[in-house]
């Protein structure tokens, strides 16, 4: 089990970090970015504004950058034809799910988390707001890619699917947005807990729902 494991990680991480198909850990990155580096020309030079309000458009912008690899989490190796190959070899969706789901937050997740240094100082944020959000995108993160595969999974086979998974990803998130941008306010403590409540439900669900949703889709 432990060699399978590492197999199936050290596949998916190359195959996520490397590019591929819609690109690598790149694009997230840069898109997370892009949002940071604009905003403040949305809002003007209004560097109390940007203080107060940078934290949550980091969140929504790490929400928007986890779903952009949506659409090659799993329905390229169902089209491929590889959940067959691992069931045939005796290795179950479900971990294959769970795998899935630990690489796709290595490969966007401690990215992020770099990108929101450099985003922070864009957006005047203080050292301690600066820190509550490291610390939130630490234990949301893992929800958000837990919740990419799952769905990746519920719409794979689907026309439109890529489009149909951003929408849905969007409301199912909105838990971990609201606790993780709330932990920046007044009770910090208290949302960050939330956050990763949050998170870990998502956590404990995926691989079991990602397992069903591929077995169905494979028909």
Known sequence: MTGRFWSLLRRDLARLLLGGRGGGALL?????LSVAML????????????ARTGGGVI??????????????LVEPDIEMGLFDQWALRGISEELVIAVRVLAHWLSFGPPL???ALPAGALLGLERH???LVEIGLLAGTPGLAALGVTVA?????????????GLLVIPMAVPVLIF????LGTGGESGLALTAAASLVLLAIA??????????ARG
């Open 129 to 131: 707001t600066l820190l």
């Open 28 to 32: 997230p990155v840069l898109f997370f």
């Open 180 to 183: 993780g941008a709330g932990s």
């Open 59 to 72: 969140w929504v912008a790490a929400l928007l950058a986890a779903i952009l690899p949506l659409d090659r």
């Open 39 to 50: 905003y403040p020309f949305a809002v003007g030079p209004d560097a109390p504004l940007l």
């Open 113 to 115: 988390m770099l990108a």
């Open 153 to 165: 999974a519920l719409t794979a086979g689907l026309r439109g699917g890529a489009a149909l998974g």
């Open 207 to 216: 691989p079991f729902a990602g397992g069903a949703a591929v077995r169905a």
